[in-house]
């Protein structure tokens, strides 16, 4: 699944246009490299969002086309 639309599968950024701003701004980083929006994620890659002062890390554990709010969360893990 592409990186910007799992950010937004996952409800980690609300927007996949937002997504993909953030991707070409290089605040998203795929295991330790700056991420396009295209690339494709799976199960065990790291994912480091810059959010101004703050970062998120988190690793993913499942892929889904989409999700209900409520089972967006068992999508990643915070590290």
Known sequence: MRLDKFLKVSR???RR???NEAC???RVMV???V??????????DEIEI???TKAVKVRVLDIA???KK????ELFEYI
């Open 24 to 26: 070409d701004a290089g």
């Open 70 to 73: 409520e089972e967006a969360k």
């Open 17 to 19: 246009t937002i997504a």
């Open 50 to 52: 810059l959010f101004g």
């Open 35 to 44: 991420a396009k929006a295209s690339l494709n994620v799976k199960p065990g």
């Open 12 to 14: 980690l950024i609300k």
């Open 65 to 67: 086309q989409t999700t």
């Open 31 to 33: 295991n330790g490299k």
